[in-house]
């Protein structure tokens, strides 16, 4: 009837982090942190350093470098990142996938993270994934102004940095146990759904859509 409101839910926006959640960084961050620790003659311990992804660059390297030093070694970093970390790094499992998964629902999949946001985009157009948009240089609760302005529903990350960042955006956080924060974590941090890794998504993805969302 003309003028009469659709009641069909409009296909939802979800947010996806980056690192460990789509791509499987820490190959090519490793890398780039030799040739940092190279490049200034600073001991960097880049096993510890890419156990512990999720918070931004500074947070990390205020741990070997003088405070005074960080900006300097920030800006070395992202400048020497291109060379040393785009190619080692390899999708995760389910990447792919997870984004075919909104878009063919009628969704858009954007992406929200910490990292610098031209190596984010080289990261992915590297990978061929193709997300919507790419939102860069948010942590945690200040992954929510970019949820917000794209309204979604829906944001999906590893840490429980990505748990605050979602239900601060009042957005349904979906967490995978790929990277740092275990599934235990990710559940005390209020995730409202956690799953094993992407390959999980697309089925939850259409069990959410049909109104029966499960995982645990």
């Known amino acids: 009837m ?44 880049a096993d510890l350093a890419v156990g512990r992804l999720g918070p931004p660059l500074a947070d990390e390297l205020i741990h070997w470098f003088p ?37 063919e629902a009628g969704g858009r999949a954007i992406v929200v993270t910490a990292k610098y946001e031209p190596n984010a985009k080289l990261h992915l157009a590297h ?8 939102i860069g240089g948010l942590w945690a609760e200040q992954k929510a102004l970019a949820l917000r302005e794209h309204d979604a529903a829906v944001y999906v990350g590893d840490h429980v940095g990505d748990v ?37 998504f697309p089925r939850w993805f259409s069990d959410y859509r049909a109104g029966f969302p499960s995982g645990t």
């Not at 296909?11 to 940092?36: H, K, Q």
């Not at 990978?127 to 790419?134: F, K, N, Q, R, S």
């Not at 974590?185 to 094993?196: M, S």
């Open 164 to 200: 605050r960042g979602a239900r601060t955006a009042g957005a349904l956080s979906v967490a995978v146990a790929s990277g740092p924060c275990d599934a235990t974590e990710l559940r005390a941090a209020g995730a409202d759904v956690v799953l094993t890794d992407l390959t999980a």
């Open 127 to 134: 990978l061929g994934i193709e997300p919507d948009a790419v």
């Open 2 to 45: 003309a003028g009469m409101a659709s009641t069909t839910p409009l296909p939802p926006t979800v947010g996806f982090d980056l690192d460990m959640t789509l791509i499987d960084s820490r190959p090519g961050i490793r890398a780039c942190y030799l040739a940092l620790a190279e490049r200034t003659g600073t001991y960097i311990d």
């Open 67 to 103: 405070a005074d030093r960080v900006d300097e070694a920030a800006d070395l970093y992202r400048a020497m990142y291109p060379e040393y970390a785009i190619a080692p790094t390899p999708a995760l499992p389910g990447a792919g996938e997870a984004i075919a998964a909104v878009r």
